[in-house]
């Protein structure tokens, strides 16, 4: 069920090159773990920039202890906090933290995610709280994350950024990616200042129908608006309202 050694680490080089390509993270930014075993993970050395990592930069960590068991590179300094989430979550298979703009603001502000604003939003991510701030690679921030694991995909930790989770070996690159996206998305749609949420029965048939397994908790935003089912206006429309005449 885990990857091999070799698909592993060739995961974390295409996940490191996507975040490097799509902004995610500047300089040595960035940190990316994937399972190969039931107690060891493949993980990113610190001081590397992610659109520059090689296999033989990558570490195999055992997860109960934190010990290097392979690799001559110095570990990430957010490891305990990787590890943690393996520790929390016997299920999870890979994580993934960056420092995304749309996201990292969110962190910045202390505004929790939580709007339904398309399927994905719903379904992927999820809604994304903000952990209270802790020292980025302090033993408080690595703990400070533990009660959030299995309730959520991803959280935002506070004035840092997300750290995302996932079940299998890409889903925490996926959710990352998509709560990075929804959190664009909240910024245009505070700019359009108009918004016609998924609602209520919207979001259930959804998870039923994608079966979806998602907490109370880390469920978006539920109304009971029927809103989305209004013609929609036009631009034209919109814009004569905006401009007030
Ligand atoms: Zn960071």
Redesign the pocket.
Known sequence: MYLTDREAKALIIDVGRKMHEGGFVTAN??NITVRVGDDEVWATPTGVNKGDLTEDKLLRVRISDGAVLEGAWKPTS?LGMHLNVYRTDGEVVSTA?A?PLYLTALACAGIELDLASTPAAACISGRVPVVPYCC?GSQELAKSIIPYVKDYHVVNLGN??PLAWGKTPNEAWFNLEDAEACAHLAFLILELKRFRPLNREQVATLHAFHHIRMTEAGTVNLLDSQANQEPAITFSEYLRQQMGD
């Open positions: 930014d960035g957010e933290h420092h980025s840092h950024g």
